[in-house]
């Protein structure tokens, strides 16, 4: 409002008329335009965008009016306004504006800004808004792109940012920035007039402040010779520059802590060095010997973001100086002590860095392999700190790539330590001895961290598809693995490899690891495809072609654990099995034997003992499988005898499952779907021996852990790495793992102790009764040593005892961990069999033991997060893979009894539950052998053309299997068992997808639901008893179950339940009995509703009598406001009911026209509205005559109801009987059209289309009434003129459309009164017209 006071000022020439219209014009401005200008210092972005933008094309429209006025002046207003956030925004809409208007002289918008804010003469406590208003209407200037090209605005511009740059305190260094800016778009002519004026020729000023030093780098790379000839030669890195230097590098650095980036001018410092040729003078000198002297963390960042920026900056040798220094040692010791949420961790934006410049670098391999080497050698006590896998691999040339693979197998045979940046950090100096850093120790880190980037090397060549480097890759890792060299030999080219450091166990250990996690990568899916050539093998075929060879040159290889003659005869017996496989490789099963054998075939070298066994087992079993595969025939599974390979192939998929390794999982997954076909029964039990813990069937499976072998190591290897958050651990902690520690021993000990403890002190006469003081006196020296010797021995053994308790509970624990992951692992070949064999009959013996697992599970109190996968995973198999399968058994003549005595098993075990939860699995289990039983449904039936079947031929179709009277009893014993016992797990859900899936034993049902809805029972199980009638009454599929004479009876069955329920109705006493009250009504609504849609004869007489009886009682009850949250409700079933029998709802009593309130008395009306903010009446303005129109308004006939207010408007109904009388006096009869509503409208109201005039004509031609032509509105439009000036019609304080308005809210709140107001109106105007 303070912009649109001051608007007659905004143009000092303009006339006062001008002025007055512009104020005129401004002040008919619409919302939307005033909105923009809100919308415009929101603080989201897109609404600001899309503010400026529609406030642009307003402007558009109007380039010469004076909405362009206003919004300049709003917007720079906005320039200085309180709220910092909003500032921007203005002056982002400034610089749009006058880049959309370019007509808009910039000099002008300067000229207002000043005036606006001018610094001399503005208050002290506006002085920062002001100044940040010149900054950002200068800032503004510079955006719109106009401002360069303008050099009057420019230099204007110049001095005012000189000016603020005064203001340090407010503003900081943002005018210098902003004139740095400026700087860098105009042109060179310009630069050199602007270049004196803002920078002065003495260096001690350029080297005061970061914004003085990179206007004179940016002037140096724009102007030189203009800055020569200002400041003559210039040579920053002299020994006397370089501290200044170096504190305004610091001071840059804290000015973009918050922003995380590097600083313009420390890039523009180095860019400078390089041009000058004194880069390792500025590199050792201000970077590696001032800035890391006594590194800050913002310091520290500044550098490692420089050393980023330089990397495509340098040369090869260059990159050498850098990459050796001291910041680069200091960068490594920051990854290892860094710790994320305290402290920043730079590895990500270096790696960013180092991307870009790898990226931008392709044709120079040398660079490349430069960099990555460097940041390769950085290492912590021999192991590097960069990690293994490292994804800016990815962007090396290929011949880069080569070159570090070898320097990564050079290192690994052959290292280096001198030529690494090794460091250790300050803890590990205090805290370790100098025997534990010795060269082996760091040789095998080094080892251990080249061998795993190898293989995440690989994973990237996989996917390049790099053949050649990767094999190169396998066989290095295979030959270092498991062979050692005996003698060098041309045809083995890994003979001739030496090393410096010999290997030792654990480097191999790690090597063997690495290799098959190696395969893993190799063999993501294990596809083959049958015309594949030699190139195109799977890796693992390739690989024990190269172990073969390998052990068939033993003069110049052995294998590190040496073959007896038995292993070595099972490896070549598994050469020839793979032989026979491959002659076979178009069978997907052959494919998957051969994928087993090789996997298991490469793990002889890593244990040959436990694995020789093993690979018998299978080559016997693939011999079995492929002999006995062409007699088999499709009737093989009904027989009893079984082969007993796949008994055998089963165990050895189970001890395969028990190894660590995944990809020997994903082998046996497999392998086990291509055999789950022949499964027996005894090898199911195989399975499900392991699921099941109370039988011992699966002591000989062995679960293995890698964990415990890689603790040690990395306790030893990393263990370093973490010293530094150890030892930063703090005394409180230490002080609670001390009192835990002691609740533990106090919670230890045991009653034996204790007698111990009693016993010892007594002999040693510790203890005394009333006269202790005296024993105390007698106990001398000797007696005490030999008490406290006795008490440290009994302590002593009370302490181990203690540490193995705790021990053995850890080994438990773990023992069940392994187990819980073991059976996890095993659930695979589960999920497997059900997927792919779901018309296997040994499915149905799946179902009791994956309920037991997930019952046990549900029922565990342990909530590790092994217990949970192991329910949700059991559940997911057995809700998803088993009872919604599509496909099932059809084959089960032989089992039937068998099948419903499982049925009734499970029902009764559902009904034994403690948690509902777990009783639907068993319910569904239930309803998924009904499924098999019932069998396949007819196809007549699936058509479902067929609607109205006989209920004798659905029964029969129904039949099949399904002995359908025994389950019915089954299913009749546990629906009576929901409805009579007080906590039962059965749910309505349940039944309701029993009845739903088969109508037949619903139908059977029903009698046992509707004794229950008038039984003696509980109301609560009434309450269910009449939803299941509910649900299940109006399903179409019980319907066509029904003969129409059984239907009607049944009807009636429930009408009479429910009747007697009624009886009661209004009587409910608690929350339970008016739930039972709700669901009575609600159930026979339905039933009403059926009724009425087959037309059915029911007798309701009785019922029609019970529910008026009970009306009376309904509404005190409603009354009285009993069980208030439903009684309601419950009346309006009441009456829904009572309207489906023929009675309507009365209405509310009307109250007479005595009873009306009288005009002194405040309306309901007038009180509502005083309460919503309307003015009282001693503030209202008298209405003029209001003497008249009191006893008019006695006289109008009272058109309201009992519960309607007075009508307000009382000079419209007299202005309205006039206007009647007026043309009866003419002749013209009175009629109840719309003609005097029209008469009566305001210029400004719109004219009526003609449909709805159409609309209204036909409307009073259906009330009787003569429509009124158009002449007969214009001469009533006439005389009210008449009537007016004589003064028969007063004019009202308020316009009609207001009053108009004011009757539309009345009418939109009660429409009921409205539709009998209009009645009585319409009854009162007819006796009138009525001669």
């Known amino acids: 409002m303070a912009e649109m006071k001051n608007l007659e000022t905004a143009e000092p020439g303009s006339s006062g008329g001008a002025t007055q219209a512009d104020r005129h014009g401004l002040l008919e401005h619409s919302r939307e335009f005033l909105d923009f200008f809100w919308d415009i210092a929101k603080p989201e972005q897109e609404t600001r965008l899309q503010a400026t933008e529609k406030l642009l094309q307003y402007l558009r429209t109007r380039p010469e009016g004076s909405e362009m006025k206003y919004a300049l002046k709003r917007l720079i207003t906005g320039l200085g306004v309180g709220r910092e956030a909003a500032r921007p925004c203005y002056s982002l809409a400034l610089a749009q504006l006058l880049q959309s208007f370019e007509d808009i002289p910039l000099c002008s918008i300067l000229k207002q800004i000043q005036e606006k804010y001018e610094l001399q003469k503005v208050k002290k406590a506006m002085m920062r808004p002001a100044l940040f208003a010149n900054l950002f209407g200068v800032l503004a200037l510079f955006q719109s792109g106009r401002l360069v090209k303008d050099r009057e605005a420019l230099m204007k511009s110049v001095r005012l940012l000189q000016i603020l740059s005064h203001h340090y305190n407010h503003l900081q260094g943002q005018p210098m920035k902003v004139l740095v800016d400026i700087l860098t778009e105009v042109p060179e002519a310009m630069f050199e007039e602007i270049l004196p004026k803002v920078l002065r020729g003495d260096l001690k000023v350029v080297l005061g402040s970061p914004k003085h030093l990179e206007l004179f780098l940016l002037a140096q790379r724009r102007v030189p010779a203009k800055l020569k000839s200002l400041m003559g030669a210039v040579d920053l890195f002299t020994e006397e520059n370089i501290p200044s230097l170096v504190n305004v590098l610091k001071m840059a650095a804290m000015l973009v802590k918050k922003e995380q980036k590097l600083p313009e001018l420390a890039l523009g410092l180095l860019q400078l060095a390089l041009k000058e040729n004194k880069f390792p003078q500025f590199w050792k000198e201000v970077v590696e010997q001032e800035l890391l002297k006594k590194p800050s963390w913002p310091t520290s960042y500044l550098c490692f973001r420089l050393l980023g920026a330089a990397l495509p900056l340098l040369s090869e040798e260059q990159l050498q100086l850098v990459m050796r220094g001291e910041l680069i040692r200091h960068f490594g010791e920051h990854i290892v002590v860094a710790k994320p949420p305290n402290q920043f961790k730079f590895v990500p934006e270096m790696s960013v860095y180092v991307s870009t410049f790898l990226e931008g670098c392709q044709d120079d391999p040398g660079r490349q392999l430069a960099v990555l080497v460097a940041f390769s050698s950085i290492t912590n006590q021999g192991l590097p700190v960069m990690p293994t896998f490292w994804r800016v691999t990815r962007f090396l040339s290929p011949e880069a ?649 049944l009807i009636s069955q429930v009408l009479a339940k429910v009747t007697q329920t009624l009886r009661t109705l209004g009587e409910a006493q608690s929350k339970s009995e008016h739930q039972k009250e709700l669901s009575s009504l609600e159930l026979l609504n339905t039933v009403f509703k059926i009724i009425n849609h087959e037309k059915l004869s029911v007798d309701v007489t009785t019922l029609l009598g019970v529910l008026q009886s009970q009306q009376q009682k309904l509404q005190q009850s409603l009354q009285q406001g009993n069980h208030s949250s439903g009684s309601s409700r419950l009346y309006d079933l009441y009456w829904q009911a009572m309207k489906m029998l023929g009675i309507q709802r009365p209405k509310l009593e009307k109250k007479d026209d005595k009873d009306v309130v009288p005009s002194d008395i405040q309306s309901p009306v007038s009180m509502k509205r005083k309460k919503k903010g309307f003015l009282p009446e001693t503030k209202k303005r008298k209405k003029r005559k209001a003497e008249d129109a009191v006893p008019q308004q006695d006289a109008m006939p009272v058109a309201t109801s009992g519960d309607q207010p007075p009508s307000t408007g009382k000079k419209r109904k007299k202005m309205k009987a006039q206007v009647v009388a007026q043309t009866q006096l003419n002749g013209t009869p009175a009629t109840k ?58 004019k009202s304080p308020q316009s009609a459309l207001p009053r108009k308005k004011s009757r539309l809210s009345l009418v939109s709140r009660s429409p009921s009164l409205l539709q009998s107001g209009t009645k009585r109106k319409k009854m009162a105007r007819r006796k009138e017209q009525t001669p």
């Not at 069978?587 to 034997?593: D, G, Q, S, V, Y």
């Not at 499970?906 to 569904?924: E, I, K, P, T």
């Not at 389950?967 to 997808?993: D, G, W």
């Open 1233 to 1290: 059209s719309p003609a005097p509503d029209s008469a009566t409208q305001s210029p400004s109201t719109p004219a009526k289309t003609p449909k709805l005039q159409k609309k209204k004509e036909q409307l009073s031609q259906v009330n009787g009434a003569t429509p009124v032509s158009p002449t007969q509105l214009s001469g009533k439009k006439q005389r009210r003129k008449s009537l007016a000036q004589k003064g028969v019609l007063s």
């Open 401 to 1049: 790539l080569r070159s570090y693979v070898a320097w990564l197998w050079d290192m690994f045979l052959q290292p280096r330590l001198d030529s690494l940046v090794d460091f250790s950090t300050a803890n590990q100096k205090k805290t370790q001895d100098a025997s534990v850093n010795v060269p082996e120790r760091c040789v095998f880190r080094l080892r251990k961290w080249i061998i795993h980037r190898l293989v995440s090397l690989v994973d990237q060549l996989h996917l390049e598809k790099d053949e050649d480097l990767i094999e190169q890759v396998a066989r290095f890792c295979l030959f270092h693995a498991f062979f050692k060299t005996k003698k060098a030999t041309g045809q083995i080219p890994e003979t001739k490899q030496h090393f410096s450091f010999p290997l030792d166990g654990r480097t191999r250990e790690v090597i063997v690891s690495t290799f098959f996690s190696l395969l893993q990568t190799l063999n993501p899916k294990f596809k083959q495809t049958a015309d594949q050539s030699e190139g195109a093998k799977p890796w693992t075929y390739r690989l024990v072609k190269l172990a073969d060879m390998l052990l068939n040159h033993s003069r110049n290889v052995v294998v590190v654990t040496p073959f007896t003659a038995q292993q070595r005869q099972a490896w070549n017996q598994m050469m020839d099995t793979l032989k026979e496989l491959e002659a076979r490789s178009s069978e997907i099963k052959a494919t998957a034997f051969q994928h087993l054998l090789l996997l298991v075939g490469l793990h002889l070298f890593k244990s040959p003992a436990e694995i020789y066994d093993l690979l018998n087992d299978i080559q016997t079993c693939i011999k079995k499988s492929v002999e006995q595969k062409p007699r088999r025939s499709r009737s093989r599974a009904n027989t009893s005898q079984e082969p007993p390979w796949v008994e055998v192939m089963v165990e050895i998929l189970l001890s395969l499952l028990a190894q660590p390794s995944h990809l020997i999982r994903q082998v046996a997954r497999n392998v086990f779907g291509h055999i789950c076909s022949h499964l027996t029964p005894r090898a199911l039990q195989l399975i499900l021996a392991v699921l099941n813990p109370e039988t011992e069937e699966d002591d000989n499976v062995v679960v293995t852990d890698d964990s415990s072998e890689k603790q040690p190591k990395e306790t030893e290897d990393e263990g370093e790495d973490s010293e530094d958050s150890k030892d930063s651990k703090s005394e409180g902690e230490s002080e609670d793992e001390e009192e835990s520690e002691e609740e533990e021993r106090d919670g230890d000990v045991d009653p034996g102790f204790r007698q111990q403890l009693m016993a010892v002190l007594q002999a040693g006469k510790a203890l005394g009764g009333v006269d202790s003081e005296d024993d105390e006196e007698e106990l001398g020296d000797e007696a005490m040593l030999a008490l406290d010797q006795n008490l440290a021995s009994l302590f002593a053994e009370q302490k181990l005892r203690i540490q193995a308790r705790r021990e053995e509970k850890n080994k438990l624990q773990k023992e069940k961990i392994l187990r819980r992951d073991f059976q996890i692992r095993v659930l695979d070949l589960i999920e497997v069999l059900v997927t792919k064999q779901p018309e296997n009959p040994l499915v149905l013996e799946l179902l009791e033991p994956l309920l037991n697992i997930i019952q046990r599970s549900m029922r565990s109190s342990g909530t590790t997060k092994q217990e949970q996968d192991l329910l949700h995973k059991t559940a997911r198999i057995f809700m998803h893979d088993v009872c919604r399968a599509r496909h099932y058994c059809h084959n089960v003549e032989h089992c039937t009894e068998a099948l419903h005595t499982q049925v009734e098993r499970l029902v009764q075990q559902a009904g034994r539950q403690a948690d509902s939860s777990v009783a639907l699995y068993y319910f569904n289990a239930s309803l998924y052998l009904l499924r098999v039983l019932k069998g396949n449904i007819s196809k007549s039936h699936q058509q479902g053309d067929n609607t109205e079947l006989e209920p004798m031929d659905q029964e029969a179709q129904t039949a099949n299997c399904l002995d359908l009277s025994f389950v019915t009893l089954v299913y009749s014993e546990a629906l009576s068992s929901f409805l009579t016992k007080r906590n039962s797990p059965l749910t309505v859900p349940m039944f309701l997808s029993l009845f739903s899936r088969y109508p037949v034993i619903c139908k059977n049902l029903l009698p046992i639901l509707v004794q229950h809805v008038a039984g003696p029972s509980q109301p609560r199980r009434k309450v269910q008893a009449c939803l299941l009638l509910q649900k299940t009454l109006s399903a179409r599929e019980l319907r066509v179950c029904f003969e129409d004479p059984e239907w009607e009876q």
